[in-house]
């Protein structure tokens, strides 16, 4: 319910949005208008005169078209003034405005029929105003307004025609121009272009309501989903769809760990522990994020981080000693004011190829990063205790991290649990 009402508001903000952009684009038109009417006027005056007597139909008419260009330019303020204040419009006044300028086109054919043949101006340009203003109503985005629009111009253009019928003279007595058959037809054409105003509006408004149920939809996995993996594994994963293929990609991994977690916490309470881990995590995914990397999951008092999957930049190895250096900085300005206790924590970084892509099986699958790149990260980040270090990264890293890592101390070759050959790490912090 809380989301259909999100819905409704929202649209009826974007109905509102809808009607400014229709009464800016009408005030358009007819300024417009008042200016073609103006230069055919001056370009054909001898053939006006010869249909006026005077130019009061024309002075009148455009004295209609500016007092409905100042009304457009008044109801839009009053309009943006509302939604600035979270307000709607009332839907009677929406029918009521409806009404007034539909009607427009009405006037003005009264006024200038007061001045020349009726049925002339039945047959002139003046009753394609109709249309402009049905046109206009999709922009309304309400199906009935726009049905509404279109029988008001229907029903108004067929009351002038019974009005004037009989008024063409002699020389439209014969043609079926004073006919009723030709009334009905016309106003059905604008009844019928009512509807189809009307379809074309609801269609906006469905895929818009489509549209923006879709993206509530994506937030909200974005938000749940997020918060137990990566929000770039949940882009992934909508971008690709649930079956992310496995493939191969370099990718430096990260590990990190508290160091003495378990002697830390030992006599704090279930809150204090998990207060604790809120810091310090809290420090460690912005860090990593800030540096184009993912925290693939917490490990208890550590964390596995991967830069290079979903999405490689490049230089991995770079971002991955830059987070880790900061994350170092981080939980020590945490310590040192007081936010946490002493606290030291152990990074091992190693990179190379491993395979990215979803695991499991229907039922549950997972976002995972395998190979033997992740062990050895896993690996070097535990001989932090031995070496009473900080940060520790093999050569592969070290290489690739360039002037970020020239101040790498070589440890030399060092035999890990699981691998027959040594391996060289350096020691950054």
Do not use: W
Not at 25 to 47: N, P
Not at 106 to 129: F, G, K, M
Not at 204 to 231: C, D, M, T, W, Y
């Amino acid at each position: 319910m809380q989301t259909a009402g999100t819905f409704e508001e929202h649209f009826a903000r974007e109905i509102m949005h809808s009607e400014r952009t229709r009464m800016a684009v009408l005030a358009g038109v007819l300024a417009a208008l008042l200016c073609v009417t103006a230069l055919l006027i001056v370009v054909f005056q001898d053939e006006y005169r010869q249909q006026f007597a005077s130019r009061a139909a024309f002075v009148q008419s455009g004295a209609a078209m500016v007092a409905l260009l100042c009304y457009e330019l008044a109801v839009r303020h009053v309009v943006g003034r509302r939604l600035h204040r979270g307000l709607r419009i009332p839907e009677g006044l929406r029918y009521l405005n409806a009404l007034v300028e539909t009607s427009f086109p009405t006037l003005v054919i009264v006024l200038v029929a007061r001045h020349t043949n009726p049925q002339h101006v039945l047959q002139s340009a003046a009753v394609l105003l109709y249309g402009v203003f049905i046109v206009l109503s999709t922009l309304r985005l309400d199906f009935r307004l726009s049905v509404f629009t279109g029988a008001v111009a229907a029903a108004e253009y067929l009351a002038l025609c019974y009005a004037y019928q009989g008024t063409g003279g002699e020389a439209l007595s014969r043609t079926p121009f004073e006919l009723p058959p030709f009334f009905f037809a016309k106003a059905a054409m604008l009844l019928a272009a009512g509807f189809a105003a009307g379809f074309v509006a609801h269609q906006l408004k469905r895929r818009a309501g489509n549209a923006f149920r879709a993206q509530q939809e994506r937030q909200r996995i974005v938000s749940a989903f997020g918060q137990q993996v990566s929000p770039a594994i949940v882009e992934e994963l909508l971008g690709r769809g649930p079956a992310i293929e496995s493939r191969r990609a370099f990718v430096c991994v990260m590990f990190m760990d508290v160091r003495n977690f378990t002697p830390m916490v030992q006599d704090k309470s279930p809150e204090e522990i998990v207060a604790f881990q809120n810091a310090v995590f809290g420090e460690a995914i912005d860090a990593v994020n800030r540096h184009h990397g993912i925290i693939n999951q917490f490990l208890g008092d550590g964390f596995m981080a991967t830069f290079g999957a979903p999405f490689s930049t490049g230089e991995e190895c770079r971002h991955a000693v830059a987070a880790a250096r900061e994350l170092i900085e981080r939980v020590a300005k945490l310590s040192a004011a007081g936010s946490i206790p002493l606290t030291r924590i152990g990074v091992g970084l190693h990179a190379g190829e491993a395979v990215t892509g979803n695991i499991g099986s229907a039922q549950r699958m997972q976002y995972s990063i395998t190979g033997s790149v992740v062990i050895l990260a896993a690996r070097i980040e535990q001989l932090n205790k031995t070496y009473e270090s900080q940060l520790l990264a093999s050569v592969e890293v070290v290489n690739a991290a360039g002037d970020l890592a020239k101040d790498a101390a070589p440890i030399g070759p060092v035999h890990v649990k699981g691998r027959d050959a040594p391996i060289e790490i350096y020691r950054l912090a």
